[in-house]
C-alpha cells in the first residue's frame, strides 16, 4: 500500500499553500483515481478543491462566459447560456465519457486529462511520458489510436478530450493562481506538443490552480456549428478523430468567419488559423472545406496502423462543415433521453 496524504481545502489559499512536494488537486477524480489505481501517477496527496468556491456559470461583463473550473461536465453542457450561445461546447461535452462520469468529471480536471494511450497506462513497458527517457513502446508499436500531427521521436501519443477540442475552436482563455499571483493562458498555449518532454502535458506551472476558463462572445456561430466524432462505436469511446467547426455566414453564402480544430490527431487539440482564413470571402462549398482540411493536415504523418485517419481526418472536416452550414443542432434532449 501506497501511503497517502488528504486534505479538504476551505479555500484557495489554503490549497495553494499545500500544493507542494508531489500533491495534486482533486475534484471530480474521473481520470486521476483511475491513474492512481493502475499505478501510474503516485501522488504523495490529494488536496480536495470541492468546497472551493469555482463551480460557477456565469456572463462576462464585456460579453462571453465564465466557466468555473469545479463546475461538473454536464452542468456545463446543459447550462442555458451554454446551450444558447456556445452550442458546440454542448455537442462535443456530450460526445465525451458517460452521463455518470459527466455528472462528476470537473472543467478543469477535463483540460488536465491524461492520455489513453495504452502503453501509457501499462507500467511495465517504456513510456517517455511515464518515465522521461525510459523510451516510447508506440514508436514501431500498435499504433492505431495514436497522432498523425505534432508528434516526435519521443511520444505520439493523443490527447483525449472531446470538451477541449471545442474550446480551442473557440479560442477559450485558461484562468490560472499560484502563489506568485493570477495569470491567463490561451487556449492554443495550453497544452503542449511532446517534442523532447512528453511529461509536460500542458503549460501550467507546478502547484497553479486552474480557476476558471473563459469563452470569448460567440454568438456570430451560433447558428452554424457542429461537432462530429469519429468512434469505434457509439458511445463511451475517444475519438479516432474528432472535428469541432464553426461558421459565420452572411446571407449572400460566404463565410465572413470560421474556427476548426482537430482531436484524435495530435499531443493536443490541433487548430491552425492560417486553415480556417482559406474559407473567409468563400463560399461555404465543398471545394473550399476541402482546401481548408488539405491546409489543416499538412505534415500529417502516418505510423502504420493510423496511416488511414490521414485521409479520416480529411473528410471528417468536410463533413463536419457541411453539417455546420445546415444549421447547429440541439442535442441535449437526445442525449437525456438516452440516459433516463
Same mark, same amino acid.
Not at 493536415?297 to 445546415?326: C, H, S, Y
Given at each position: 500500500?501506497?501511503?497517502i ?8 489559499? +489554503? ?7 508531489? $500533491? ?14 493502475e ?25 462571453? =462566459? ?15 447560456l ?28 477535463? #483540460? ?24 516510447c513502446? &508506440?514508436?514501431?508499436? =500498435? ?13 505520439? $501519443? ?8 471545442? =474550446? $480551442? ?6 484562468h ?5 499571483? +493570477? ?9 503542449? #506538443? ?10 501550467l $506551472?507546478s ?7 473563459? =469563452?470569448?462572445?460567440?454568438s ?8 462530429l ?27 465572413? +468567419? ?7 490527431v ?7 488559423? &492560417?486553415a +480556417? ?35 479520416? &481526418?480529411?473528410r471528417?472536416?468536410?463533413?463536419a462543415?457541411?453539417q ?17
Amino acid at each position: 500500500m501506497n501511503p497517502i496524504a488528504y486534505f479538504r481545502a476551505a479555500d484557495a489559499a +489554503e490549497a495553494l499553500a499545500h500544493a507542494s512536494g508531489g $500533491a495534486r488537486f482533486i475534484a471530480g477524480g474521473t481520470n486521476l483515481l483511475d491513474l492512481m489505481k493502475e499505478f501510474v501517477m503516485r501522488p504523495a496527496a490529494l488536496i480536495d478543491i470541492n468546497n472551493l468556491s469555482l463551480a460557477e456559470i456565469a456572463p462576462l461583463a464585456g460579453g462571453g =462566459l465564465r466557466l468555473g473550473a469545479t463546475a461538473r461536465n454536464a452542468d456545463t453542457a446543459y447550462h442555458p447560456l451554454v446551450r444558447e450561445s456556445y452550442p458546440l461546447l454542448t455537442a462535443a461535452i456530450l460526445a465525451g465519457a458517460s452521463p455518470q462520469i459527466r455528472n462528476m468529471a470537473s472543467n478543469g480536471g477535463n #483540460l488536465l486529462q491524461r492520455t489513453r494511450c495504452h502503453y501509457f497506462y501499462d507500467i511495465g513497458t517504456p513510456c517517455n511520458k511515464r518515465l522521461p527517457g525510459s523510451g516510447c513502446s &508506440a514508436v514501431g508499436g =500498435l499504433t492505431r489510436q495514436h497522432a498523425i500531427l505534432g508528434g516526435s521521436p519521443q511520444c505520439i $501519443a493523443t490527447h483525449p478530450s472531446d470538451m477541449c477540442v471545442a =474550446l $480551442a475552436a473557440l479560442g477559450a482563455i485558461v484562468h490560472a493562481r499560484s502563489a506568485a499571483g +493570477e495569470r491567463q493562458i490561451a487556449f492554443a498555449d495550453f497544452h503542449r #506538443l511532446p517534442d523532447d518532454r512528453p511529461e509536460q502535458d500542458t503549460t501550467l $506551472a507546478s502547484g497553479e490552480l486552474i480557476t476558471h476558463i473563459e =469563452l470569448p462572445p460567440a454568438s456570430q456561430f451560433a447558428a452554424h456549428s457542429a461537432y462530429l466524432k469519429i468512434r469505434d462505436r457509439a458511445s463511451y469511446a475517444f475519438a479516432l478523430v474528432s472535428v469541432a467547426a464553426m461558421l459565420d455566414i452572411g446571407d449572400d453564402g460566404v463565410v465572413r +468567419e470560421a474556427r476548426l480544430a482537430l482531436g484524435g490527431v495530435a499531443h493536443k487539440p490541433w487548430r491552425l488559423p &492560417a486553415a +480556417e482564413a482559406l474559407l473567409v470571402g468563400h463560399p461555404a462549398d465543398a471545394a473550399h472545406f476541402a482546401a481548408a482540411a488539405d491546409a489543416l493536415l499538412v505534415g500529417a504523418q502516418g505510423q502504420g496502423e493510423n496511416n488511414f485517419k490521414i485521409p479520416l &481526418a480529411r473528410r471528417a472536416v468536410v463533413r463536419a462543415l457541411e453539417q455546420a452550414v445546415a444549421g447547429t443542432h440541439d442535442n441535449t434532449r437526445s442525449e437525456r433521453d438516452r440516459a433516463d
